[in-house]
């Protein structure tokens, strides 16, 4: 939350628009949002059930959005998941979507 706090600070944009313009769209993370809405709107949401056939329903709320995004607040699937390990094992070109410093801004 510290982080996400921080970022949106820095660079006046909301935490989740900012990883979504640098970060999903330059590495093709078509699948990836922090929006509830956006998520169901591809119709590939999955719901969440207990080991009992409970159904747990989605916990983020829109309005709550910025005060969870970071890490725990992503919604994905493994295609997109895989193109981020990628990144983190160098095997995709940061300079995407990394600029160098005093380039621009964030």
Request: charged share 15%; aromatic share 12%; net charge neutral.
């Amino acid at each position: 939350m510290v982080g996400a706090y921080i970022v949106s600070t820095l660079t006046g944009m909301r935490y989740p628009d900012f990883v979504n313009s640098r970060i999903f769209k330059p590495l093709g993370m078509n699948s990836s949002t922090y929006s509830i809405q956006a998520a169901l709107q591809t119709g590939r949401f999955t719901d969440t059930w207990t080991s009992f056939g409970r159904l747990i329903p989605p916990w983020i709320e829109e309005e709550y959005v910025d005060l969870v995004a970071g890490s725990d607040g992503v919604i994905s699937s493994v295609k997109d998941l895989v193109r981020h390990s990628c990144l983190s094992l160098h095997t995709i070109s940061t300079h995407v979507f990394i600029r160098p410093l005093g380039s621009e801004r964030f």
